[in-house]
């Protein structure tokens, strides 16, 4: 595939085969086994369990929990003046709060950004090594990546471990040639184009909020004030969103970081008489 | 003492009586206890951890401490299982000094972050099973602590608190360093001096009411002199 051989595609599928090819000890017997996956990216699997069940069971032992940084509400919407992205800042691990304070969204260029939500270490490994390959891009083709093809990109390395339990939802939000661009990859190897997404486990309280108060003619005034007021809602009702949002505009002339305001305060400002 | 599971409806004692099968699997994990801390202040950093080694209800060690030295300006705190973090800073170390022989010079403590987090996910599918928390100095000289979940995601912190103790030692350095749920306070900067004070209060408290936490204190404080160590003896019960 000529797409996975400029972006060194190969190594990936390479992967795929020997982790299903039944003969796990030709992971270690390899003679650059010592090179601990500086030359190329290596995953280690349990052997006979399935992946995505084995950390569930191993949870099930006295004493041994291994919980993992999860728990989102992010939102996208585009309109006329560009897109607008807002993100809490809340990781929960189980019951536990690790942190109020995450960065949800990273800046692969100033004209391309990814949002994370899902299992944290996977949105952040996955977008790292997306962000990886459209500098690679950039490099080899003297342009800028799309947004279309940047998100395909990451959508190809969801399938290729698809079933493995991987947790990611993640919205690719640009501005290229077409002008702005907004795709929702997850995964599954979901890729979708719209207007308007959000993803985690707020999402339907953000979908209500942003739907009821979104104008295509809006000025940007109000689109921030849209975006704050989507996450400031769903971080109220539900548990495992929180923390303060995080905010930015991509522009033509690149992306902008609007804002970070903690939530708390917006809510008391949304509902005043409520209190 | 008897339990009131022993006794049937009648009052009498129950016979024995076979339960059905019942399937035991091997975990390759273990949970061997232990708390690590680590904090960040001006031209400072300071990376704590008890010294217990628990399996269960026996304790292994009571001298084993969790922080490992990186380089001369990072160093590592971590608990969980043991055995991982054994294997973890073998491969650390090993990667560091591959480092230092083909760029010829040291990594800083960004950069083994970084690089922590991917050994970590390249055992996305079968996890280290390891609570990490790195302290250091950065490239400026400022004290800088990264935390971890098992499977690599990582951010930068001022303050982190990892392991048994961490739910009731991260809310006490939040209100102390954090300052937060405090109104109208002065935000003064932490000196080394009050920080290492306040470590070993916080560690006291945790051994008072964690099992797995107790009987030594091993503090590493990172400057731009170098890392000091100091051992300080917590409760052996």
Same mark, same amino acid.
């Given at each position: ?65 291994? /919980? ?28 536990? =709060?690790?942190?109020? /304070? ?10 391309? =950004? ?24 950039? =490099? ?79 000025? !940007? ?23 303060? !949002? ?19 305060? =917006? ?9 | ?65 969790? &922080? ?9 705190? &971590? ?5 991982? &973090? ?133 503090? &590493? ?17």
């Amino acid at each position: 595939m000529a797409l996975a051989a400029v972006c060194g595609g190969q190594s990936s599928s390479e992967h795929f085969g020997q982790l299903f090819s039944g003969k796990q000890a030709r992971l270690f017997d390899r003679p650059n086994h010592f090179s601990f996956g500086t030359k190329i990216q290596e995953f280690a699997v349990p052997v006979g369990n399935e992946p995505s069940g084995f950390l569930r069971s191993c949870n099930r032992e006295e004493g041994v929990r291994i /919980d993992l940084n999860h728990g989102t509400t992010t939102l996208a919407f585009k309109f006329r003046h560009g897109v607008i992205v807002a993100v809490d800042s809340r990781a929960s691990a189980g019951n536990y =709060l690790a942190s109020n /304070d995450v960065n949800k969204v990273i800046e692969i260029n100033p004209y391309l =950004l990814g949002t994370m939500s899902g299992s944290a270490a996977d949105c952040q490994y996955w977008e790292r090594l997306l962000a990886k390959e459209c500098r690679l891009y950039r =490099l080899r083709n003297n342009h800028r990546i799309s947004v279309a093809a940047a998100s395909k990109l990451l959508c190809n390395m969801m399938l290729g471990y698809r079933g493995m339990g991987l947790s990611v939802g993640s919205m690719i939000c640009g501005w290229d040639k077409e002008g702005p661009g907004l795709y929702y990859v997850d995964d599954n190897g979901t890729r979708l184009s719209g207007r308007m997404f959000s993803t985690g486990c707020g999402n339907s309280y953000a979908y209500g909020v942003v739907d009821s108060g979104y104008k295509e003619d809006m000025t !940007v005034e109000e689109a921030y004030e849209l975006g704050c007021r989507g996450i400031a809602h769903a971080t109220h009702r539900d548990a495992y969103s929180g923390g303060s !949002v995080n905010m930015y505009h991509m522009r033509e002339d690149g992306l902008i970081k609007v804002c970070k305001e903690d939530v708390s305060e =917006l809510i008391h400002r949304y509902r005043e008489g409520m209190f | 003492m008897l339990s009131a599971q022993n006794f049937g409806e009648s009052g009498k004692m129950k016979e024995y009586h076979y339960a059905g099968p019942t399937e035991h699997r091997f975990s390759p994990y273990a949970f061997n206890g232990g708390t690590v801390l680590a904090v960040a202040g001006e031209d400072f950093a300071i990376v704590a951890s008890d010294t217990r080694l628990s399996e269960g209800y026996s304790i292994h060690s009571r001298d084993s401490p969790k &922080c490992y030295k990186l380089t001369d300006t990072t160093v590592l705190g &971590c608990s969980g299982f043991h055995g991982d &973090c054994l294997t973890l800073t073998k491969i650390i170390d090993a990667r560091l000094k591959m480092y230092k022989h083909s760029n010829n010079k040291t990594m800083t403590s960004g950069a083994i972050a970084a690089m922590l987090s991917t050994i970590l996910y390249s055992r996305r599918f079968f996890p280290y099973y390891v609570y990490n928390i790195i302290g250091g100095l950065d490239e400026q000289g400022k004290g800088a602590v990264y935390s971890f979940d098992p499977v690599g995601s990582y951010q930068r912190d001022t303050y982190k608190a990892g392991g048994s103790a961490s739910a009731m030692l991260q809310p006490l350095l939040d209100n102390q360093i954090g300052f937060k749920n405090m109104e109208g306070v002065e935000h003064v900067p932490l000196t080394k001096d009050k920080a290492v004070q306040l470590v070993k209060d916080v560690f006291v408290s945790a051994a008072e009411r964690d099992v797995y936490t107790g009987d030594a204190l091993r503090i &590493c404080i990172v400057t731009k002199e170098g890392i000091e160590e100091q051992n300080i003896p917590l409760r052996k019960d």
